[in-house]
C-alpha cells in the first residue's frame, strides 16, 4: 500500500544518571570518589533510504523511542550510551514538528540516500561524583542526573522524486505510456481512475542517462474543488523539473483540454504552472492514417502559438514516435 502521509511521535533517549561512589579497596579505608556519568540517551534519527517506497512503516507503528542511557558505576566507570533508533524513509520526505500551538515546523527535506538527520538528540548524561572532589571537598555526596527528553509530535509528508510528472485526464494513457518508457509496470485499464497511487519508473535514454518519471491519477476539471480524486495527488509531481502534459489525440478540443489541465495545476499551486513542459497527443494509432497529418498540423501550431509548447503525438501502443519522446524530455531536462 502506498501512503504518504504519517504522524508519528518520537522520543530520544534520556541521560543515564551520574552516581555516587566511593573507592573500597583493601588498606585504603577512605578512598576517593569513584561515581561515573551516566551514558548519554540515543537519538532519534531519520535516514533517506531510496529502496523504502512508501510510509506504510509509519501508518501503525506510531511511537519511536531510542534506549535511554545507562547509569554510570563505581571506579569512575561511564554508563553505555543507548542505542540511537533510524527511521528509514522515502527519499522525498519531508519532516514537520509541531509546535505548542499545533503550528508546522519544517525539520528535513530528506533527499538523498543514506543521508542522515537528527531528529531528537539523546539527553546528555549526568556527572558522577567523581567529577566533583575539590580540595575542600575531597568527598562529594552528590552526581547529577541524566537529562530527561520529552516526545516530539512529526509530520511525515512523502513528495515523490522525479525529473518528469504526467499530467492528463483519466484514461488518457499516463501508465501505458510509463510501462513502455521504464521497467514499471502500474495497473492500466479501458476506464476512468485506473491509477489509485502514484508510481515512479526510470527511463533510460542510453546506456548511462536515465531519468525518472512520475505516473499519478488522472485529474479532471474541478479537482480543486475535490473532483475526481482532488488535488491530492498532486504534490507527488510538484517537484519535478518538468511536466508532460498527455492528451487524447481523438479529444474533441486538446487545445481546450490542456487549458483544463493546466488552471487545475495553478489552482493547487500557482509554481506548478511555470514549470517548462510538453504535450503529447497519445493514441496516434486510433487516428485513422490519412487523417493523421491534418489533425497533427492543425493541433500543433496552436499549441505553438496559443500556449508556447512544443507538442508531438505519440502511441504507446502503436510504439509511434516513443524515442523522438524519450528524447525532446531528456533533452528538455538537460537544458535547465
Ligand atoms: N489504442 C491505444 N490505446 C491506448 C494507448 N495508450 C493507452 N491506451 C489504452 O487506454 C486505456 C487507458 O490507459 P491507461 O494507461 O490506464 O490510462 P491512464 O491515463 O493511466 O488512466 P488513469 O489511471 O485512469 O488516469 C487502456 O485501455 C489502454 O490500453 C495507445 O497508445 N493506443
Ligand atoms: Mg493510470
Given at each position: 500500500m502506498f501512503i504518504d502521509y504519517a504522524r508519528i511521535t518520537v522520543k530520544a533517549g534520556n541521560g543515564g544518571d551520574g552516581v555516587v561512589s566511593f573507592r573500597r579497596e583493601k588498606f585504603i579505608p577512605k578512598g576517593g570518589p569513584d561515581g561515573g556519568d551516566g551514558g548519554r540517551g540515543g537519538s532519534v534519527i531519520a535516514i533517506g533510504d531510496e529502496n523504502v517506497n512508501t510510509l506504510l512503516d509509519y501508518r501503525y507503528n506510531k511511537l519511536f523511542r531510542a534506549e535511554n542511557g545507562k547509569p554510570g558505576s563505581g571506579n569512575r566507570k561511564s554508563g553505555p550510551g543507548g542505542a540511537d533508533i533510524r527511521l528509514r524513509l522515502p527519499l522525498g520526505t519531508e519532516i514537520f514538528r509541531l509546535d505548542e500551538a499545533g503550528k508546522r515546523v519544517k525539520l528535513a527535506d530528506i533527499t538523498h540516500h543514506s543521508e542522515e538527520i537528527i531528529l531528537a538528540r539523546g539527553g546528555r548524561g549526568g556527572k558522577g561524583?567523581?567529577?566533583?572532589?575539590t580540595p575542600t571537598n575531597q568527598a562529594p555526596r552528590h552526581a547529577t542526573p541524566g537529562k530527561a527528553t520529552g516526545e516530539l509530535e512529526l509530520e511525515l509528508v512523502l513528495k515523490l522524486m522525479a525529473d518528469v510528472g504526467l499530467v492528463g485526464?483519466?484514461?488518457?494513457?499516463k501508465s501505458t505510456l510509463l510501462s513502455v518508457l521504464s521497467s514499471a509496470r502500474p495497473k492500466i485499464a479501458?476506464?476512468?481512475?485506473?491509477?489509485l497511487e502514484p508510481m515512479l519508473g526510470v527511463v533510460r535514454v542510453n546506456d548511462y542517462q536515465s531519468f525518472v518519471m512520475a505516473d499519478i491519477p488522472g485529474i479532471i476539471e474541478g479537482a480543486h474543488l475535490g473532483?475526481?480524486?482532488?488535488?491530492?495527488?498532486l504534490r507527488h509531481i510538484q517537484r519535478t523539473s518538468i511536466l508532460l502534459f498527455l492528451i487524447d489525440s481523438?479529444?474533441?478540443d486538446p487545445a481546450e483540454a490542456y487549458r483544463t489541465l493546466r488552471s487545475e495545476l495553478y489552482f493547487y499551486?500557482?509554481?506548478?504552472?511555470?514549470k517548462p513542459c510538453l504535450v503529447a497527443l497519445s493514441?496516434?494509432?486510433?487516428?485513422?492514417a490519412d487523417a493523421r497529418e491534418e489533425l497533427l498540423d492543425g493541433v500543433k501550431s496552436q499549441f505553438k502559438q496559443e500556449f508556447g509548447v512544443e507538442s508531438l503525438a505519440i502511441s504507446s501502443v502503436g510504439q509511434i514516435n516513443l524515442d523522438e519522446l524519450r528524447f525532446r524530455l531528456f533533452k528538455l531536462l538537460q537544458s535547465l
Amino acid at each position: 500500500m502506498f501512503i504518504d502521509y504519517a504522524r508519528i511521535t518520537v522520543k530520544a533517549g534520556n541521560g543515564g544518571d551520574g552516581v555516587v561512589s566511593f573507592r573500597r579497596e583493601k588498606f585504603i579505608p577512605k578512598g576517593g570518589p569513584d561515581g561515573g556519568d551516566g551514558g548519554r540517551g540515543g537519538s532519534v534519527i531519520a535516514i533517506g533510504d531510496e529502496n523504502v517506497n512508501t510510509l506504510l512503516d509509519y501508518r501503525y507503528n506510531k511511537l519511536f523511542r531510542a534506549e535511554n542511557g545507562k547509569p554510570g558505576s563505581g571506579n569512575r566507570k561511564s554508563g553505555p550510551g543507548g542505542a540511537d533508533i533510524r527511521l528509514r524513509l522515502p527519499l522525498g520526505t519531508e519532516i514537520f514538528r509541531l509546535d505548542e500551538a499545533g503550528k508546522r515546523v519544517k525539520l528535513a527535506d530528506i533527499t538523498h540516500h543514506s543521508e542522515e538527520i537528527i531528529l531528537a538528540r539523546g539527553g546528555r548524561g549526568g556527572k558522577g561524583n567523581s567529577n566533583f572532589a575539590t580540595p575542600t571537598n575531597q568527598a562529594p555526596r552528590h552526581a547529577t542526573p541524566g537529562k530527561a527528553t520529552g516526545e516530539l509530535e512529526l509530520e511525515l509528508v512523502l513528495k515523490l522524486m522525479a525529473d518528469v510528472g504526467l499530467v492528463g485526464f483519466p484514461n488518457a494513457g499516463k501508465s501505458t505510456l510509463l510501462s513502455v518508457l521504464s521497467s514499471a509496470r502500474p495497473k492500466i485499464a479501458d476506464y476512468e481512475f485506473t491509477t489509485l497511487e502514484p508510481m515512479l519508473g526510470v527511463v533510460r535514454v542510453n546506456d548511462y542517462q536515465s531519468f525518472v518519471m512520475a505516473d499519478i491519477p488522472g485529474i479532471i476539471e474541478g479537482a480543486h474543488l475535490g473532483k475526481g480524486l482532488g488535488h491530492q495527488f498532486l504534490r507527488h509531481i510538484q517537484r519535478t523539473s518538468i511536466l508532460l502534459f498527455l492528451i487524447d489525440s481523438g479529444a474533441p478540443d486538446p487545445a481546450e483540454a490542456y487549458r483544463t489541465l493546466r488552471s487545475e495545476l495553478y489552482f493547487y499551486d500557482p509554481f506548478m504552472d511555470k514549470k517548462p513542459c510538453l504535450v503529447a497527443l497519445s493514441k496516434l494509432d486510433t487516428i485513422p492514417a490519412d487523417a493523421r497529418e491534418e489533425l497533427l498540423d492543425g493541433v500543433k501550431s496552436q499549441f505553438k502559438q496559443e500556449f508556447g509548447v512544443e507538442s508531438l503525438a505519440i502511441s504507446s501502443v502503436g510504439q509511434i514516435n516513443l524515442d523522438e519522446l524519450r528524447f525532446r524530455l531528456f533533452k528538455l531536462l538537460q537544458s535547465l
